[in-house]
């Protein structure tokens, strides 16, 4: 089963800063790599993905960048807003199938005023 | 649009008592389904995985089950809970076919094992 390891575990930023979150992944035959945000009690929710047939994705304030080559992807937030307060995780399929997701272990991010 | 619903939204159990959880979604046919259990802050592990009626493949060993009774509906299942068992319970549904596979969660369940 495909490792993600991801970090920072949590990370505080100020209004207006910009959050990254960092995942790397072992080995996949499938290129899908999809960020999900929870909040206390929700369940996560898909925030953005990607599909490195391109480098990065932005939507709006989030951007994906991923590295092929090195295994890596990330998650950035510009000018982070206490809204944005929520567990950020990362996922990558598992190796050998793209119907399943193995997910990183979530950055609590809080975002301050 | 589709819609995932899972009941009930929490629960307290004793331990050594059964348990049933029930996801269903509307919306689609033939979507793969998926049972997670996430810890008080950690990640989320992948409990059970179906790709259609009575199909079932389990990922980790555990006191828990599941079934696919219809094409929507997955539950969760066990015959005596254990402390362990307590956690936070989320069902997610995926497209059944092709290279979509981003996954949709349900709203949870809150299991408190006493």
């Known amino acids: 089963q495909q490792q993600v390891k991801q970090s920072p575990q949590s990370l505080i930023v100020q209004k207006g800063g910009i959050s990254i979150i960092n995942c790397a992944y072992e080995n996949t035959a499938f290129d899908y790599f999809p960020w999900y945000q929870q909040f206390p009690g929700k369940g996560p929710a898909l925030l953005i993905a990607?599909?490195?047939?391109?480098s990065e994705k932005k939507e709006g304030r989030f951007t994906i960048s991923f590295n092929k080559s090195a295994k890596q992807f990330s998650l950035h937030i510009m000018d982070s807003q206490p809204g944005d307060s929520a567990t950020y995780f990362c996922a990558a399929p598992f190796t050998g199938t793209a119907s399943k997701l193995t997910f990183g272990t979530g950055t609590r991010l809080q975002v301050t005023l | 649009s589709q819609t995932i619903h899972q009941w009930p939204a929490t629960l307290v159990q004793p331990v050594g008592s059964p348990l049933s959880l029930e996801c269903t979604v509307e919306?689609?046919?033939?979507?793969?389904l998926y049972w997670y259990r996430q810890a008080a802050g950690r990640g989320l592990q992948l409990l059970f995985y179906s790709v259609g009626i009575g199909q079932i493949s389990s990922e980790v060993p555990q006191n828990l089950s599941a079934s696919r009774p219809q094409d929507r509906q997955f539950i969760l299942s066990s015959k005596k809970l254990l402390l362990s068992d307590s956690g936070f319970y989320l069902c997610?549904?995926?497209?059944?076919?092709?290279?979509?596979?981003?996954?949709?969660f349900g709203p949870g369940t809150r299991l408190t094992v006493l």
């Open positions: 997610a549904w995926s497209i059944g076919k092709g290279m979509r596979n981003e996954q949709f």
């Open positions: 990607i599909r490195p047939d391109v």
């Open positions: 919306g689609t046919s033939n979507p793969n």
